[in-house]
Each structure stands twice: as structure tokens, then as C-alpha cells.
């Protein structure tokens, strides 16, 4: 599910909201929402993926391509790192 298949006009703090009350997990080339695990619990599960300046239909088929590891970090729910 894509942010503008609920709202496109969602705050990251409703995004933020809306993921923990369902249970769902922010994936997101954004630091704002990794940043906020630190400072708001409960938290929803965030996958940052990071990469340098990529538009976003780039982002999505960059997360396409690593989906099964996406899948796998949702899973686990640890800290770890794709390169």
C-alpha cells in the first residue's frame, strides 16, 4: 500500500499514526521517520532504505528489486543494513 492510496496529503505524523494503530510498516528513503523511532513509542516497524537523490518511481524499483529482503527485515524486525 502507497501513503496516496490512503491519503496523499498525510502528514508524516499522521503516516506515523496511522501505521502504528494497523499494525504496518513504514518503508521510506526519508531519515524523518528512522529518526523518530528514537524519540516516539510506541513505534510502527520503519525500514529506511537509503540512497543518494532518487526520484521516487527510482525508489520504487529499487525496493522492487530487494523486496525478498524487505520482506525479510519486516520479519525480523532488527536493525540491519542493505547495501
Known amino acids: 500500500m502507497h501513503q ?4 496523499d496529503t498525510w ?3 499522521q503516516i506515523w499514526n496511522y501505521a ?3 499494525n504496518l510498516t513504514i518503508i521510506t528513503k526519508d531519515a524523518d521517520f528512522s529518526n523518530k523511532i528514537i524519540l ?7 525500514i529506511h532504505i537509503r540512497f543518494v537523490n532518487m526520484k521516487m518511481n527510482e525508489f520504487h524499483a529499487a525496493v ?7 520482506l525479510l ?5 532488527t536493525c540491519k543494513c542493505i547495501r
Open 64 to 70: 522492487s528489486k530487494l523486496w525478498n529482503e524487505v
Open 40 to 46: 516516539r513509542e510506541p513505534s510502527p516497524k520503519v
Open 20 to 22: 502504528a494503530e494497523n
Open 73 to 77: 527485515l519486516n520479519k525480523d524486525f
Open 11 to 13: 502528514t508524516d505524523g
Open 4 to 7: 496516496k492510496d490512503i491519503d
